[in-house]
C-alpha cells in the first residue's frame, strides 16, 4: 500500500510564494509519475505539473514560469511544488498524485489534499 501525506499549504497574499511537500511511504512499490492536481471550487480537478521517475517534467500552461516540481529520493521519496507569483486564480486544493506498479499492476494514489488561498 501507498501513503502520500501532503502539508505545506496556507494563505498567501497574491504575488507571494508557496512550497507544497509530499511524503511518499509503503513498500513493494516503483513510482512511476509523481503529479499535483488541483481543484478550485465548483471547478473539476486538474493537472498542474508532473514528474517522471526520469525526471522529465511537464506543467500546465497557466502555471508554467512561476511553479516548479522536483522529487527527492534521499532517505523517503518526497515531492515538491514551488510556487512563485502566486495569483488568486492558483486559490484550490492541491492534491499529491503517484502511479505506481505494485505486484504487476499499476495503481493510482492519491493524497487528502491541501488547501492554498491566495488573496488580491
Known amino acids: 500500500q501507498v501513503q502520500l501525506v501532503e502539508s505545506g499549504g496556507g494563505l498567501v497574499q497574491a504575488g507571494g510564494s508557496l512550497r507544497l511537500s509530499c511524503a511518499v511511504s509503503?513498500?513493494?512499490?516503483?513510482?512511476?509519475?509523481m503529479g499535483w492536481y488541483r481543484q478550485a471550487p465548483g471547478k473539476q480537478r486538474e493537472l498542474v505539473a508532473a514528474?517522471?521517475?526520469?525526471?522529465?517534467?511537464?506543467y500546465a500552461d497557466s502555471v508554467k514560469g512561476r511553479f516548479t516540481i522536483s522529487r527527492d529520493n534521499a532517505v523517503t521519496t518526497r515531492m515538491y511544488l514551488q510556487m512563485n507569483s502566486l495569483k488568486p486564480e492558483d486559490t484550490a486544493v492541491y492534491y499529491c498524485?503517484?502511479?505506481?506498479?505494485?505486484?504487476?499492476?499499476?495503481?493510482?494514489?492519491w493524497g487528502q489534499g491541501t488547501q492554498v488561498t491566495v488573496s488580491s
Open positions: 514528474i517522471t521517475s526520469g525526471g522529465s517534467t511537464n
Open positions: 509503503g513498500s513493494g512499490f516503483s513510482i512511476n509519475t
Open positions: 498524485n503517484v502511479i505506481a506498479a505494485l505486484r504487476g499492476s499499476m495503481f493510482q494514489y
